[in-house]
């Protein structure tokens, strides 16, 4: 073999060698990048389904660190939810910004159209001396409802939340100091949640999976990391400023207002702790009967 016979084989043995490395350095660029893109993906929240990834009781860290990281490119501007009410008993319109985010996060805000259903839901942010009056009127019409709780009740009515679920009543989540999410940290959502999730869970053995977000104050980032600690928002189709103490004694107007705004699908948002409701709670639920619509649980909930 001659000299250039020679060189021309070391050449071509060469130009296979490098081949071989720029195709396996290929290879393990594609198995990095595809790597990253997975974990990146199981972090992202947001994608118009239900998360399959439920809060457990003792569960370790490693879901708190999800939420927290998940959420940090989502919006946080705060939005007050509203809406604008209907005439003749017709359905409100709850806005499109609010339609499309709640949704998004499998929220529940208002019932089927066709449906003559009103799913009857009440902020309990602290005993005003009315709710077991209206506990009672609710077991006379046998009617279910939704109580959304505080910290504060928590820690001062363990009696009335035990007749409440002893009664066949849904128990929700209204955090444990009723402050506007937007305006608080991941860290800070996930604490006013689960802790007053876990100390219900202690003391009644039962396990809340309703929200309502306070103030009805909330963003887009928030309502993710409720949707991440495996709860469902629960917003209105229906309140009235029931809550306001000055302005009690008006059971007339409160009661015009409820009856005049009746629609089907209705999740109606009363406050426990008015006098006036409980003063007209029984008379409205009899009426609104007597119209042909059936109150339903929140677990019976039936979507457009």
């Not at 449906?115 to 279910?144: A, C, H, M, Q, R």
């Not at 009723?178 to 396990?207: A, G, R, V, W």
């Not at 991440?228 to 000055?246: C, K, N």
Request: one cysteine or more; aromatic letters at 10%; glycine letters at 8%.
């Amino acid at each position: 073999m001659n000299f250039w016979n020679l060189k021309k084989l070391l050449m071509n043995k060469m130009l296979n060698i490098i081949v071989v490395a720029i195709f396996l350095i290929f290879v393990i660029f594609v198995i990095f990048v595809a790597g990253i893109s997975s974990n990146f993906k199981g972090l992202q929240v947001g994608n118009g389904k239900k998360s399959s990834q439920k809060f457990q009781i003792g569960s370790n860290k490693s879901l708190g660190d999800a939420v927290l990281v998940s959420s940090e490119v989502l919006s946080n501007k705060l939005i007050e939810f509203g809406i604008k009410r209907g005439v003749n008993h017709e359905q409100p319109d709850i806005g499109e910004t609010n339609r499309k985010i709640i949704e998004k996060y499998n929220g529940l805000v208002m019932g089927n159209k066709d449906s003559k259903n009103i799913y009857l839901t009440f902020d309990v942010g602290y005993e005003g001396g009315y709710t077991e009056k209206i506990l009672d009127t609710l077991k006379n019409n046998d009617v279910k409802a939704c109580f959304f709780i505080t910290g504060q009740f928590y820690k001062t009515n363990p009696e009335l939340i035990k007749k409440m679920i002893d009664e066949g009543h849904i128990v929700g989540n209204h955090t444990v100091n009723h402050k506007s999410l937007p305006k608080c940290s991941d860290e800070t959502i996930k604490d006013e949640i689960m802790t007053l999730h876990q100390e219900i869970y202690n003391d009644f053995n039962y396990e809340m999976k309703y929200m309502r977000p306070p103030k009805g104050e909330y963003s887009e980032k928030s309502l993710a990391v409720v949707q991440r600690l495996g709860y469902i928002p629960v917003f209105w189709s229906f309140a009235w400023d029931d809550w306001d103490e000055s302005k009690q004694g008006r059971e007339e107007y409160g009661k015009k207002k409820i009856l005049d705004n009746v629609h089907n699908g209705e999740i109606m948002l009363l406050h426990a702790t008015s006098k006036d409701d409980a003063n007209i709670l029984d008379e409205v639920i009899k009426t609104i009967k007597s119209e042909g619509y059936t109150f339903k649980s929140l677990d019976e909930f039936e979507g457009e």
